[in-house]
Nanobody, 126 residues
């Protein structure tokens, strides 16, 4: 069973940066498509950034040029570097992983992912 644990959320002023980490256990990040999702109060959970097992990446339009998703194979960890944060980035952020070696077609779609972390809160003040 894959388990995911996010850390790195917090409060920051607009224009600031945060890095989220997602430590995986039970499988290796190199073989899993993975992604970051977020959910603001009263809104649907949306895909923010995804990275396939072949290192292809995908970003939602609102974060392109500001967020970077990456994996550290040695640490078996997924990251999301968030720069130039805006108040509208405020949300609970979730790490997600697909079944190992399963090809992920739409990296920002919830149905692609079988495993989810508990989430970490990001709050950006103006």
């Amino acid at each position: 069973q894959v388990q995911l644990a996010e850390i790195g959320g917090g409060s920051v002023q607009a224009g600031g940066s945060l890095r989220l980490s997602c430590a995986a256990s039970g499988d290796t990040v190199s073989t899993m498509g993975m992604a970051w999702f977020r959910q603001a109060p009263g809104k649907e959970r949306e895909g923010v950034a995804g990275i396939a097992s072949d290192t292809r990446t995908s970003y939602t339009d609102s974060v392109k040029g500001r967020f970077t998703i990456s994996k550290d194979y040695a640490k078996n960890t997924l990251y999301l570097q968030m720069n130039s944060l805006k108040p509208e980035d405020t949300a609970m952020y979730y790490c997600a992983a697909a079944i190992s070696r399963r090809r992920v077609v739409d990296m920002l779609a919830r149905y692609e992912y079988a495993y989810w972390g508990q989430g970490t809160q990001v709050t950006v003040s103006s």
